[in-house]
């Protein structure tokens, strides 16, 4: 998993962290993947960019990945456009080493206006299409402004907003995975 502090576990123990719970509920499924966090606390798309390499290391490469980035380029009201060329690399290298790559959205805040909004969730349609990879629109979808789901920082999920995501992402997970 690729991803910025939502996939590092930001406040979270590491058994509590998205990789983990994500790992054990798809252990249950019967499902044994392995999952490496690649979550940096603070990334932006062009870290998660410029530490790809490291991030997958030596050949074997990983058979899959899930790219979860763009929360801190939407919260710094960064250039959509550069996110987007961000993703769209990130995305065609992981490709180019034969990763089966999954790619999950984020939303922008509101307060930067609906035009940078609409932008920022299309940028994530813009590459999955272009890559025919599978898109889930919004990471934090049903978890995002939910008092109880989150720290509080009002912005990282607690472990029972973790779960939610996990319970969330599962079937397509699983979808993705099957179909790869």
Do not use: C
């Amino acid at each position: 998993m690729l991803g910025d502090s939502l996939t590092a576990g930001y406040g979270l123990p590491a058994a509590q962290a998205f990789p983990a719970r994500l790992d054990a509920a798809l252990r249950a499924a019967g499902i044994a993947l392995g999952i490496v966090n690649a979550g940096v606390s603070g990334d932006t798309s062009a870290g998660g960019l410029a530490r790809l390499d490291w991030a997958l290391g030596s050949p074997p490469f990983p058979e899959y990945a899930l790219v979860i980035l763009g929360a801190n380029d939407g919260l710094r009201g960064l250039d959509v456009a550069a996110m987007e060329r961000n993703l769209d690399q990130i995305v065609e290298r992981l490709k180019a080493r034969g990763v089966r790559t999954m790619l999950s959205g984020m939303r922008a805040p509101p307060n930067m206006g609906s035009a940078y909004t609409q932008a920022f969730a299309q940028s994530y349609a813009n590459v999955a299409k272009k890559h025919g990879v599978p898109l889930d629109p919004f990471f934090l979808e049903g978890v995002a402004a939910v008092p109880a789901l989150n720290q509080q920082d009002g912005i990282h999920p607690n472990a029972a907003g973790v779960d939610a995501v996990v319970a969330r992402l599962l079937p397509a997970l699983r979808a993705f995975l099957a179909a790869a």
